[in-house]
């Protein structure tokens, strides 16, 4: 595993146990870095441990939402609408045109319950949302797609 820092590896080292307690099917990718995907229903959430500067982690878990949808107005209104009523993360839309659902948790401080919370919202908010964006704005869901 690659780490660029000792406090991404420390938090790394935190988050696994708690991962793999919580989650039946936590995978890692075969690639050496720091992620671990977790699916659900039509949903795949990938949690990252990343470096923050030199002092801190981050501990960002995103989903593909939608991939391929047509980016209009009524999407970007339909998106911002539902951040603010988001209690937990937000949608945001990549370079590539593809709707993400993300949440971005600080490393030294975050505890399982924290860490629950943050995967399960990206989890359960990209599974609930998928199915009404391809429907109205076309795309694929991430189970769909082709990597």
């Known amino acids: 595993m690659k780490f660029e820092t000792p406090i991404q590896q420390a938090c790394y080292e935190k988050i696994l146990p708690w991962l793999h307690d919580l989650y039946d099917n936590v995978y890692s990718p075969p690639y050496d870095l720091p992620v671990f995907v977790l699916p659900l229903g039509s949903a795949t959430a990938t949690v990252e441990v990343l470096p923050w500067g030199h002092t801190e982690a981050i501990i960002s878990t995103w989903s593909y ?3 391929g949808a047509e980016i209009t107005q009524d999407l ?3 998106l911002l609408q ?3 009523e988001m209690q937990f993360g937000v949608f945001s839309i990549d ?3 593809d709707i993400r659902f993300h949440t ?4 030294s401080t975050c505890d399982r319950d924290e860490l629950q919370t943050s ?3 990206v ?6 949302y998928d199915d009404t964006i391809v429907k109205t704005w076309g795309g694929e869901r991430a189970l769909e797609r082709s990597l």
């Not at 971005?104 to 490393?107: D, F």
């Open 95 to 97: 370079d590539d045109g």
């Open 82 to 84: 539902k951040n603010s």
């Open 104 to 107: 971005t948790l600080v490393g």
């Open 119 to 121: 995967v399960s919202s």
């Open 123 to 128: 989890l359960q908010t990209a599974d609930k």
């Open 65 to 67: 939402v939608v991939t």
């Open 76 to 78: 970007m209104r339909f």
